[in-house]
Nanobody
Framework: EVQLQASGGGLVQAGGSLRLSCTAS????????VGWFRQAPGKEREGVSC????????YSDDSVKDRFTVSNDNAKKTVYLEMNRLKPEDTAVYYC????????????????????WGQGTQVTVSS
């Protein structure tokens, strides 16, 4: 069974850090795009960061790219989202999604969003 397990959320003060993990099971990992998305109360879901496992290329939304870093550990079939200098507006439920990437030129976030989704993990940043 293809599954993604997201974890690592919690409550943190503004300026603090958290590391989210997204662990895959039931499928090979190497040719996938894995994205992190978030949804705050009353807002639409938005893409945060994404990584193409095959070549390691990463992408992040402008709102987080100088604070968040996405990385992967192939041996553990896990993608991480390191979040630093967190702000109250980062408060949301964070989800990971993964999908087969047919070619490295395909867009990471869009590809990932069309794939398998994990359950969310809550991140709350207090001011």
């Amino acid at each position: 069974e293809v599954q993604l397990q997201a974890s690592g959320g919690g409550l943190v003060q503004a300026g603090g850090s958290l590391r989210l993990s997204c662990t895959a099971s039931g499928f090979t990992f190497e040719d996938y795009a894995v994205g992190w998305f978030r949804q705050a109360p009353g807002k639409e879901r938005e893409g945060v960061s994404c990584i193409k496992i095959s070549d390691g290329s990463t992408y992040s939304d402008d709102s987080v790219k100088d604070r968040f870093t996405v990385s992967n550990d192939n041996a553990k079939k896990t993608v991480y989202l390191e979040m630093n200098r967190l702000k109250p507006e980062d408060t949301a439920v964070y989800y990971c999604a993964a999908n087969f990437l047919p070619h490295v030129a395909h867009p990471c976030m869009i590809t990932a969003a069309r794939g398998v989704w994990g359950q969310g993990t809550q991140v709350t940043v207090s001011s």
